[in-house]
T-cell receptor, first 108, second 111 residues
Framework: QKEVEQNSGPLSVPEGAIASLNCTYS??????FFWYRQYSGKSPELIMFIYSNGDKEDGRFTAQLNKASQYVSLLIRDSQPSDSATYLCAGGVNKFYFGSGTKLNVKP | NAGVTQTPKFQVLKTGQSMTLQCAQDMNHNSMYWYRQDPGMGLRLIYY???????DKGEVPNGYNVSRLNKREFSLRLESAAPSQTSVYFC??????????FGPGTRLTVL
């Protein structure tokens, strides 16, 4: 079992809709969680990080963490075609495990 | 402020050849990481260095060695390349336990 699991997708949503990306992790000792976006052929770039249970909002993005359920999610509101990318979830303490990524397609 | 730089950008090796991938960061970060990314596999940690002078194995360390030369530089060495090491290699740095900043990647092909 991988330390961090994601549905590989692709997840297709129409422009303007909410995209919901999910991630589960197996190590209860993990303290920090990150969402990265990766465009094809490019390196990952940070979208959001979350350390505490609950929701964290930043513009169109909301990260949610539930440590009891070992679950992390990312909501993207008002999805745009430019949001089409692979989204990577990562968790850990000093070293971090990445999920295999969820490919998001936002259709105009 | 260049962030994280990696050299080379592309490399083709023959089976059994050796090479070193270079990584440097100018953000004064303590921690540095080497990942490989294969299609559909996400990022897998090869080695990491929590601070200058320390290195630790990640998920897939076999066939690789690393050197944390100083706070800025963290190199990855393939002593005897194998086709299974064909991948895209990313270096990253972070403040201790914090957000990782990635380099542009090295695309390595082993024939």
């Amino acid at each position: 079992q991988k330390e961090v699991e994601q549905n590989s997708g692709p997840l297709s949503v129409p422009e303007g809709a909410i995209a919901s990306l999910n991630c589960t992790y197996s190590d209860r000792g993990s303290q920090s969680f990150f969402w990265y976006r990766q465009y094809s052929g490019k390196s990952p770039e940070l979208i959001m990080f979350i350390y505490s249970n609950g929701d964290k909002e930043d513009g169109r993005f909301t990260a949610q963490l539930n440590k009891a359920s070992q679950y992390v999610s990312l909501l993207i509101r008002d999805s745009q075609p430019s949001d089409s990318a692979t989204y990577l979830c990562a968790g850990g303490v000093n070293k971090f495990y990445f999920g295999s990524g969820t490919k998001l397609n936002v259709k105009p | 402020n260049a962030g994280v730089t990696q050299t080379p950008k592309f490399q083709v090796l023959k089976t059994g050849q050796s090479m070193t991938l270079q990584c440097a960061q100018d953000m004064n970060h303590n921690s540095m990481y080497w990942y490989r990314q294969d299609p559909g596999m996400g990022l897998r940690l090869i080695y990491y260095s929590a601070s200058e002078g320390t290195t630790d194995k990640g998920e897939v360390p076999n066939g690789y060695n690393v050197s944390r030369l100083n706070k800025r530089e963290f190199s990855l060495r393939l002593e005897s390349a194998a086709p299974s090491q064909t991948s895209v290699y990313f270096c990253a740095s972070s403040p201790q336990g914090g957000t990782q900043y990635f380099g542009p990647g090295t695309r390595l092909t082993v024939l």
